[in-house]
């Protein structure tokens, strides 16, 4: 059986868990980490984590644990590199970056042998790891400081419970 171990700290606690390639889970074949536990297999609650944020599975393809950016306005950054889109081979020590939550893939265990391929990008010039967030609020689409995230909507007064988090560019201001 191939596995892959994760573990990040949250809320004080380093937390651990294991990711079978036959693993039940709310989308079968795949785990999915983010904020939103409807959707989600993995619940990171961290405000700069998305609602559904990535999710990672086992690719028989290439014999590897990948994952998978779900959220293009709030990419996750694989081992230094930005995922705007697609898949990135994980393997031991790999570093997963959802918002300001680090997520370390602490051992991988493969049936077989491991090719890594990459579909990471590059920074871009003005976009670095230590971005600003914002949540998107669901009703009226406006951008909300995380620390609204317990008072709702300062436009609508939705709750924020269910926002995408979103990084802030001048363009979303």
Not at 71 to 94: F, H, M, T, Y
Not at 148 to 153: A, F, H, P, S, T
Request: net charge neutral; with cysteine; glycine share 8%.
């Amino acid at each position: 059986m191939n596995e892959i171990i994760l573990e990040w700290q949250e809320a004080g606690q380093i937390r651990k868990e294991v990711i079978g390639d036959r693993q039940v889970s709310k989308n079968p074949g795949t785990m999915r980490l983010g904020r939103d536990p409807l959707k989600c297999d993995i619940v990171l609650t961290h405000p700069t984590v998305s609602g559904l944020h990535v999710e990672i599975f086992f690719n028989q393809n290439c014999n590897c644990f990948q994952v998978r950016n779900l959220r293009q306005s709030n990419p996750p950054v694989v081992d230094g590199k930005i995922l705007i889109q697609g898949e990135a081979a994980l393997s031991q020590d790999s570093i997963i970056c959802l918002g300001q939550t680090e997520i370390k893939v602490v051992a991988v265990t493969l049936a077989g042998s491991s090719v890594p391929p990459t579909v990471l990008m590059p920074p871009q010039p003005g976009n670095s790891v230590n971005q600003v967030y914002g949540l998107k609020c669901p009703k009226c689409d406006r951008i909300s400081p995380f620390e609204q995230l317990d008072l709702g909507c300062p436009w609508c007064g939705t709750s924020l419970a269910a926002a995408s988090s979103v990084l802030i560019t001048p363009n979303n201001n």
